[in-house]
């Protein structure tokens, strides 16, 4: 996708941004209280007492802090626990997000989840499914996903808000100095991992079961599972895990490489440079410390960031995910070569118009990009010479950035004997098929989410229903049991390297079929073993 694409995907997004708070300030809106009783909305944590609120078939809890504030001296600092209160905290609104230039309810105060569960009791601890969302690490928050309706399906459903762009990716050598024994730059990536330390403190109060833990996210929330699948951190929090469209990181180190600590910490001084913050004393973090939360966040917006992944660069100051030699020790790429990811089974996939990373003025420099293979992938993008420039940037660099590597990620899991199932997301709906070619960069968020109107709204046709049930049963049955078969959904094999197959989420329904997209994939596999 060329950068001027960009405005089209954040305006798609901004649009889903608006649908499905929309659609979450409904369902809240239809909370009912419970009858007589015990109350199943008041649930003990290990911070003090907790009220939901009961709608339908689920009880929701939202807004509940599982750290301190990372403000003042907590900026840029490991998540602390949080603090006990007394009383009982009214857990009935979504927490505000962590501090991005998007126009929503935000705050640096922001590091809180949510829990859904089913509001009926169940004998045997229920099996729980942690989202951690999408955003390119600096935009994003829990209110734009309700999970009612995976949890009415009978699973428990969190979600957490985790700091973002500079607040949450930053590493300026001050802080080495201040706390050289503390983990430093990846904060968004460390509360992540301190909400799952929370579900496992805690989620058995709500009827869960600690044992049964499935992480799953989109975009950049895909790359936060890889990170915790290959984080030697974060093993023993989650026990399966779904990535959908996972980047920042991805699977192929060279797509969107790591930032090193080194290369993290000169971002962090010039940017603190560029606001009049000279040094690496204490006195530095002091004076960054001292700034509003809303200066920290200009010109950190997706699309400023997107734009300088296009130009090969960072934004100032934003650090992205950071090799700091801790939590993140090594590229995924490197781990799962090496078989040291924690083995677990895995549901992976892509869409077939999904978000590339890339640009390219014309069809010949487009080319050189695939090196000595350029004749080769001018035959297979553009065989009779008839393709727009834009349309091969969108199949090239999609292919690129998303699908190859979410299939090597496939590929390297099922080698290591990890139960893995390949996907890939092809399904439009209904009223956007004459415009659309295929699906876009999370698109298949509201049929996995089985909320098939956050997108489409009053249009939604009960094909768009058929899928979002499908498409969110194959989640919740892997959620629930380690394998996405059952209940007479169509068989979806185990991954198999050396057989061409996966499933697609297409028009007709979902298909077990060869990869429409395999001779494409494995030219950039044999790009990607070239050294391009």
Known sequence: MAPEGIHKVTMRGACR????TALALAIAGRAVAQPGGADPTVVEVDSGTVRGMAFGDVISFRGIPYAEPPTGPLRWRPPQPAKAWRGVFAATEFGPSCMQPDKVPKSEDCLTLNVWRPAVTSAKPRAVMVWIHGGALVHGGTALYPGDALAKQGIIIVSMNYRLGRLGFFAHPALAVEAPDDLRGNYGYMDQRAALQWVQRNIA????????????????????????????????LFQRAILQS?????????????????????????????????????????????????????????????????AGASAIGVGGAIRDGKLVVEAPESALAAGRQTMVPVVVGANDRDLGIGNARSKDV??????????????LYDPHGDQTLEELKQQAFADKTMLEPARHLADEMARAGQPTWLYRFSYVAES??????????GFEIPYTFDLP???????????????????????VAFGQTGDPNGDGRPKWSRHDPSVDRLMNFTNAGAVEEPDP??????????VWGHGH
């Open 366 to 379: 487009l080319f050189q990009t695939f090196g000595s293979s350029a004749a080769q992938a001018r035959r």
């Open 246 to 310: 996972p980047a920042i990181p991805t699977a192929r180190a060279k797509v969107i490489p790591l930032t090193e600590l080194a290369d993290a910490e000169k971002l962090a001084v010039a940017y603190a440079a560029s606001l009049g913050v000279m040094g690496e004393s204490p006195e530095v973090l002091k004076a960054l410390r001292a700034l509003p939360a809303s200066r920290l966040v200009e010109e950190a917006s997706t699309r400023a960031v997107i734009a300088k992944l296009f």
């Open 432 to 441: 956007d098929r004459a415009s659309a070619k295929g699906t876009l960069h």
């Open 517 to 526: 997209a395999k001779a494409r994939l494995d030219l950039w596999k044999a």
């Open 17 to 20: 941004f608006t649908r499905l």
């Open 205 to 236: 109060a709500f009827g869960g079961d600690p044992k049964a833990v499935t992480i799953f996210g989109e975009s950049a929330g895909g790359g936060s599972v890889m990170v915790h699948l290959t984080s030697p951190l974060s093993r023993g």
């Open 453 to 475: 109107s956050a997108f489409v709204g009053d249009p939604v046709t009960p094909a768009d229903k058929a899928m979002a049930d499908l498409a969110s049963a194959y989640w």
